[in-house]
């Protein structure tokens, strides 16, 4: 009989360390563990990609002057909450949709500079007094993508999908040679942000970019954003 309960004890352990080790790998992250206040249903083990940090270098594309970031300080990042629903329980494809903020900086030694309501860009020139200015944007848009990933954990994944939302208005600061600093807001902007955007990786990293299709000014040079870097889920 002690023989009987011994052998019953051991293989419960083994099927419920199992079982932990099943769901663990669906809930990869920092919070790995997390569940909320309420405990998960089994249909919700298998969602992914819901808190995610994009890390970005970042460039304007000018259609008059080409790139416009001159430094490796043109950084920025992403924080996306997302949601996601699967097809199928199993199921390698999948929809994601939530809400992004972008923090976006350009460090470039062109300068803006507004006519009549409308953004033209200029080259520095020798007799301009200042080093460099530093464009920077923040937006509030809607991310939708689809997901594509083994179900197992998601040992590779791509998500391609676009945006739409706001863009507040662009701010130029200049920094001087003698050290000084002045903050332009660039009005004549369009409040619309759409474009495209991908994540290429496995588990919880990923390589991201993403690229603007609205235009940057309401009126002047034609000039599109476009971000470069990695992507990490939290969970």
């Known amino acids: 009989m002690k023989a009987t309960l011994i052998i019953t004890l051991l293989l419960s352990m083994v099927v419920f360390g199992q079982q932990d080790k099943l769901i663990s790998r669906y809930k990869p992250g920092i919070f790995w563990h997390y569940n909320g206040l309420r405990p998960l249903k089994d249909s919700k083990l298998h969602k992914y990609d819901r808190f995610i940090v994009d890390l970005t270098y970042n460039d304007l594309l000018s259609k008059s002057h080409g790139s416009l ?128 955007h991908c994540r290429f990786g496995g588990r919880t990293v990923a390589i991201f970019t993403a690229y603007q299709l609205s235009e940057m000014f309401k009126q002047g040079d034609s000039t599109h954003p476009i971000q470069f870097g990695f992507s990490y889920s939290l969970f």
């Open 69 to 196: 970031s001159s430094s490796w300080k043109s950084l920025g990042f992403n924080v996306n909450v997302m949601f996601e629903k699967r097809f199928k329980k199993a199921n390698r494809v999948s929809i994601g949709y939530g809400l992004r903020y972008a923090h976006r900086n350009v460090v470039t030694e062109h300068q803006l500079l507004v006519f009549h309501n409308q953004v033209e860009i200029a080259n520095k020139l020798n007799t301009d007094t200042y080093t460099h200015n530093t464009l920077r944007e923040n937006s509030l848009v809607i991310p939708f993508e689809v997901r594509f990933g083994k179900p197992n954990a998601r040992a590779w994944k791509v998500n391609i999908g676009g945006y739409i939302g706001y863009g507040f208005p662009l701010q130029q600061i200049t920094k001087f040679q003698n050290g000084d600093r002045t903050k332009t807001g660039i009005s004549p902007n369009f409040g619309l942000r759409y474009g495209v």
